[in-house]
């Protein structure tokens, strides 16, 4: 693996194998292994935004793995009051051994691991969610048995950090993504590839999909857009209607939080197809992977 995880281009198809493998060893053993990648190291973990799944996640699986996590809010940081990208990244690099970081500019996470000698990783920015992307993926192979040829569907907003990440990911692995959204928050033009579609009609979207995802309408720092978006991505809600025209066994996932009756029906997302609380613990095992196999790849 390469020293940092900033999107999905980062990793390669064998980076993905190995993945899968070591968060499946691990999870399926979590009580008694004895896996300790970083003992004796300290993650810094950087927070401009809200989280529950991220923080928790990582402070507990960097503890799982021997090390200590640092929680960092950013505005509390002197990078809130004018220092520099840089020199945070220079001092940072003097007491830790990696930094995961979630806040608003992807350009300052790619500064940040520019001139960071620590691994980085991307905990989430405006445009990409790669964390995230791959527990969806490895719970995707854990119902399907595969990734390559299966059908998702994302709907509602074409322009999140969810979305962009997903576009990666069906490059990466063969996944064909459909993307329903409306032309005010279509799917990214340079991130498109074969395997993504965009399709404006929700129902039609829907249409033999495996799996319906889902991400909420008002990302983090686009609150000045609310009603906006309320109100032009309303027909894209996942519904009974859409999972009907999707497969008989399709799954609805969604990256949390929810909110029923904006994205996703209640109906849907407390359905017996709804599967978002496996998709969300898959976050603990693949980040524990990813970190694991950065810090083997730097002994190397
Ligand atoms: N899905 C996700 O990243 O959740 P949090 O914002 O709670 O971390
Ligand atoms: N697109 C959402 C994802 C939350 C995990 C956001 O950025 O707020």
Redesign the pocket.
């Known amino acids: 693996m390469k020293k940092d995880l900033l999107n999905l281009n980062d990793i390669t198809r064998d980076d993905l194998e190995k993945i899968f493998a070591l968060a499946a060893d691990l999870k399926k053993n979590r009580a008694t292994a004895d896996y300790k990648p970083l003992a004796g190291k300290s993650i810094g973990m950087i927070f401009a935004k809200s989280s529950t799944r991220t923080r928790v996640s990582f402070e507990v699986g960097i503890y799982e793995l021997g090390g200590n996590a640092l929680y960092l809010d950013q505005s509390k940081m002197q990078v809130g009051r004018g220092e520099t990208v840089a020199d945070t990244a220079n001092v940072l690099s003097r007491y830790l051994h990696g930094i995961v970081i979630r806040t608003f500019s992807h350009a300052d996470v790619q500064e940040l691991a520019r001139v960071a000698t620590i691994p980085v990783v991307n905990a ?1 920015t405006d445009e990409y ?1 790669p964390c ?1 992307i791959l527990a969806d993926l490895l719970t995707v192979k854990e119902y399907s048995g595969r990734i390559e040829g299966v059908k998702m569907v994302f709907a509602g907003d074409g322009s ?3 979305c962009n990440s997903l576009m990666l990911a069906a490059k990466l692995t063969g996944m064909h993504l459909t993307v329903a959204a409306p032309e005010e928050y279509r799917p990214r033009k340079d991130l498109m590839s074969e395997f993504v579609t965009w399709e404006t009609d929700p129902v039609r979207a829907a249409e033999n999909a495996d799996y319906l995802y889902t ?2 309408y008002v ?2 720092g686009f609150e000045d857009e609310s009603r906006e978006r309320l109100r032009i991505l309303k027909p894209y809600e996942v519904s009974a209607k859409m999972m009907a025209a999707a497969k008989k066994n399709a799954k609805f996932l969604h ?2 939080p929810a909110h029923r009756g904006e994205e996703v029906a209640a109906e849907v997302m407390d359905s017996p197809a709804s599967i978002v609380f496996d998709q969300a613990e898959n976050r603990l095992h693949v980040q524990k992977a990813v970190l694991g196999l950065i810090f083997e790849g730097l002994k190397k």
């Open positions: 989430l969610h995230q999140s950090n969810i991400d909420v990302s983090m990256c949390l």
